[in-house]
């Protein structure tokens, strides 16, 4: 079992930038995939990045390359996501989910975390 709680949420003005931070309740936190996913109103969950155990293998959403980075630090089993450059489009309710198998299923969800854009 792994719980994963979300912070570093807010309010932003579009060009601003924020870090979110999941941090997981593991002994095992070097055995997972993590990945970052966001939820806007009225819109399907969508992926934004994901990060292998070693921090070296990244993937991102065409939507957010470029602005947006994941990394890791194992020794604090805390996975981040910097958003820079934000527009308006990222406001939505940020999830870190865990996965021991693969990038496309994910069995450890956090609570989330509200991301707004403001213009």
């Known amino acids: 079992q792994v719980q994963l709680v979300e912070s570093g949420g807010g309010l932003v003005q579009a060009g601003g930038s924020l870090r979110l931070s999941c941090a997981a309740s593991?002994?095992?936190?070097?055995?997972?995939?993590i990945g970052w996913f966001r939820q806007a109103p009225t819109k399907e969950r969508e992926f934004v990045a994901a990060?292998?155990?070693?921090?070296?293998?990244?993937y991102y959403a065409d939507s957010v390359k470029g602005r947006f980075t994941i990394s890791r630090d194992n020794t604090k089993n805390t996975v981040y996501l910097q958003m820079n450059s934000l527009k308006l489009e990222d406001t939505a309710v940020y999830y870190c989910?865990?996965?021991?198998?693969?990038?496309?299923?994910?069995?450890?969800w956090g609570q989330g975390t509200q991301v707004t854009v403001s213009s």
């Open positions: 989910a865990a996965s021991r198998m693969s990038y496309a299923q994910y069995n450890y």
């Open positions: 593991t002994r095992t936190f070097t055995d997972y995939i």
């Open positions: 990060i292998n155990w070693s921090g070296y293998d990244t």
